[in-house]
């Protein structure tokens, strides 16, 4: 059971590797009409994702027999998923998305992570022209050149709001500074703003900006997003909370519908945080302790 252990955890990574599929190429191939793999894909990771989960506990419980059949399952389920992505996905992506696309892939992928193996700095060989007509030498001068915007916004400008005036720059080290994520979905239900924290509870990337927030969770969640946001549409509810246990954390989300003073529903807020430390707050603390 010991050495059956270790090689599950040795294959755990490949979680990172769905997450990255997730957030990073799924919104790319969204735009293309091309969601196959965000509606069934996604699922199936999540299958894979809760066999983990049964490992774990079967070898907690020193039940060898249970382990050994949920590492069969396991085995199963992710040679399966190389299927889809070798002869579906993979072949799809490549023939419907551009360099471009795949530059703005690449640069949002450290937000996200790697599985086992982190890429150089060269381009991809695949993507680039022969060494005679190609413009990039540097995987990273390439991904600039693509993905550069042309206009670029002062960060000493002020934003004006209902009390005071922030620095832009300010504002955004605030929202990022803050022990709670942020996601904002505009009123055609389109992931407008997250915010970049260092230490987000849940993992998100600059593929999810503009993406439809239906695609931004598994298959089997879509029903109660859709629940959510209608009923705030409607101002049927002021609010929605859940909370659950999450690799040893107490993570605590709760979504708000956003107004404006004409009473005109403009999206839903989405916060996340981890709420383990105050949870197991007591008593009272009233004199600094540093």
Known sequence: LEALGAAVQELKPIITHYTRKENQLFPYL????????????????????????????????????????????????????????EKILFP??????????????????DAIGFAWIRPGAEYDPILVKSEKTSMYANFDKAVSSLTEKTEVENPLSLINLDVGKLPLEVLNLILT??????????ADDKVLYYSDNPHRVFPRSPGVIGRDVRNCHPHKSVETVEKILDSFKKKEKTDASFWLELNGKFIYITYKPIYNKAGEYLGTLEMSMDATEIRSLEGRRTLLDW
């Open 30 to 85: 969204e735009k293309k009409n091309f969601t196959g793999p965000s509606r069934v894909m996604w699922g199936k990771h999540d299958e894979v994702r809760e066999q983990f989960k049964l490992f774990d506990k079967a070898s907690e419980e020193n039940n060898s027999a249970q382990a050994k059949k949920t590492a069969r399952v396991l085995a199963g389920k992710i040679k399966a998923l190389f299927f889809m992505e």
């Open 92 to 109: 799809n992506a490549k023939r419907l998305l551009s360099e471009a696309d795949w530059a703005e892939i690449r640069k949002g992928e």
């Open 177 to 186: 500074s803050l022990p709670v994520d942020f996601s904002f979905v505009d």
